[in-house]
């Protein structure tokens, strides 16, 4: 057992010391008792009758039960207010539908490896045992130390305490003010309901992660392995503490936010997200909130369904192709990667979209943006720099409102889409509806097919006019003159 050793009552003041096998255990043990299970011990409970440690009404005081390696206490175990357990590598067998150990009162449990065991009459076994225990029961603040075993099922409340180091833990609940301490082990599924509180250290989360209620703080990241779930359902989850805070998304694993209270996912300074391939939200439920502040995030998933997305600082680097229902805003920061968008919406009202700023530095470093826009989709610019190398933002089908920011690179191509551009600067522009321009600089304009053009402000510098039925308040000969005016100055 890492950095622990076994929980002790007073041993001087035991009256009454049993060892199995050889000695008779009755059914509920009193006050000032020590009973001692050696190799191949079994103790007398069952389903039906489980061995009951201390009174019922907490009364008891002095009572230690030591089981050592290949030792059995049957199938069921009731641990009383002053009660010391301590297993060395046994084997706790669970029933159906009852906790193996009850914990209740202040007693406390503590499962050790078998080298830890003391020798003696009772037999030894050579080589570390590791204790399985199917399910413990934790009540009225009573403590369970596992360090370095196994516990298939831990149910902690009424002010309990778990602490594992290098444990192995399928299924942990906590709830009503039960507190857990997880160091290095590995977790399959925790579930935190109103007023728990869980602490985990290095731990791996290989299943589920259901933050329901309480508060669960993850201190230096959190880690969920391939295929498993991350839900935060109204409950709090940090993961700001430590020196290099970050949750690691493993491949086909689910990041969900939802409920009433939909948590959102804050990345503070220093916070990463690593996500490979995960679904970061589902189609049902309400609308998820996921907040990147200051961070620096990686989102490469497969779709975002139904989320109010708030990029404001840091450096993200989006890779999502199916963007729905959703709505993505960019206030801050700095943004690379790709996006596809179906009916969403996009507002971009600052930061740098593409290529991104080098330390603040007056220069740039690498990143492209790829964004399209698709089937009903809205695109709105107040700010900002969209720079995308490789082709011009498009958006289908859609409606695009441009009154600032600056379009570097190819600029933006609007096909069966309503284009309103009230300022800005563009550097180039494609539109086959209908395109009205009321104010910002453009270096080019084109408009195809059947489109429906007007223009009464701003500054175009250049274009075409391949286009039936022109209609507007400019002409070509004021484009031209508009662009010398503009190169004389």
Not at 288 to 296: F, G
Not at 419 to 440: K, L, P
């Amino acid at each position: 057992m890492a950095g622990r050793t076994a929980a002790q009552s007073d041993p001087a003041g035991f009256s009454t010391v049993l060892n199995l096998p050889g000695d008779d255990v009755p059914a509920q043990v009193g006050s000032d008792t020590q009973i001692n299970v050696g190799i191949n011990g079994i103790l007398p409970s069952s389903t039906e009758a489980p061995l009951v440690l201390g009174s019922m009404d907490g009364s008891s005081r002095n009572i230690e039960l030591n089981v050592l390696a290949r030792g059995d206490i049957g199938k069921g175990l009731i641990a009383n207010a002053g009660t010391v357990v301590n297993v060395f590598g046994g084997s706790l067998e669970g029933r159906l539908f009852d906790p193996t150990i009850s914990a209740k009162g202040d007693s406390q449990v503590s499962l050790l490896q078998s080298p830890n065991a003391p020798c003696g009459g009772l037999g030894c076994v050579s080589g570390p045992q590791r204790t399985r225990v199917d399910w413990i029961e934790l009540n009225d603040q009573s403590v369970l130390n596992a360090d370095d075993n196994r516990v298939f099922r831990v149910e902690a409340k009424d002010e309990s305490t778990v602490l594992s180091t290098n444990g192995e833990i399928p299924d942990l609940i906590v709830g009503d003010s039960a507190r857990a301490s997880l160091v290095n082990g590995v977790v399959e599924c925790v579930t935190i309901t109103d007023g728990g509180y869980v602490e985990a250290v290095g731990t791996l989360f290989t299943h589920a992660v259901d933050v329901l209620g309480g508060e669960m703080v993850a201190v230096g990241g959190i880690d969920l392995a391939h295929r498993s779930v991350l839900v935060a359902n109204g409950g709090k989850l940090d993961y700001t503490l430590g020196s290099a805070p970050w949750i690691n998304v493993g491949e086909d694993a689910t990041l969900i936010l939802r409920g009433d209270k939909a948590t959102p996912l804050d990345l503070q300074p220093s916070a990463r997200v690593n996500m490979e391939r995960p679904n970061l939200s589902r189609p049902f439920g309400p609308k998820r909130t996921i907040q990147i502040l200051e961070a620096n995030a990686v989102v490469a998933t497969r779709e975002i369904y139904n989320a109010d997305v708030l990029i404001d600082g840091g450096f993200t680097r989006l890779a999502t192709d199916d963007i729905e229902a959703s709505r993505i805003q960019i206030v801050d920061g700095a943004v690379t990667g790709s996006a596809g968008l179906v009916g969403s919406e996009l507002i971009i009202d600052g930061g740098v979209l593409g290529r991104v700023p080098w330390s603040g530095r007056v220069g740039w470093s690498g990143g492209d943006f790829d964004l399209d826009l698709w089937e009903e989709s809205s695109l709105t610019v107040t700010g900002g720099l969209i720079h995308s190398e490789q082709h011009p933002v498009r958006v289908v089908n859609g409606s695009a409102s441009v009154v600032g920011g600056v379009f570097r690179g190819y600029g933006l191509s609007a096909i069966q889409t309503d284009v309103t551009i009230g300022g800005g600067v563009m550097n180039s522009s494609y539109a086959t509806r209908s395109v009205s321009v009321s104010g910002g600089l453009h270096w080019g304009l084109a408009a195809h097919g059947s489109s429906r053009v007007r223009i009464s402000g701003g500054t175009i510098l250049g274009g075409t006019h391949r286009w039936r039925g022109f209609r507007g308040s400019a002409s070509w000969e004021r484009l031209q003159a508009q662009r010398r005016a503009h190169q004389r100055s």
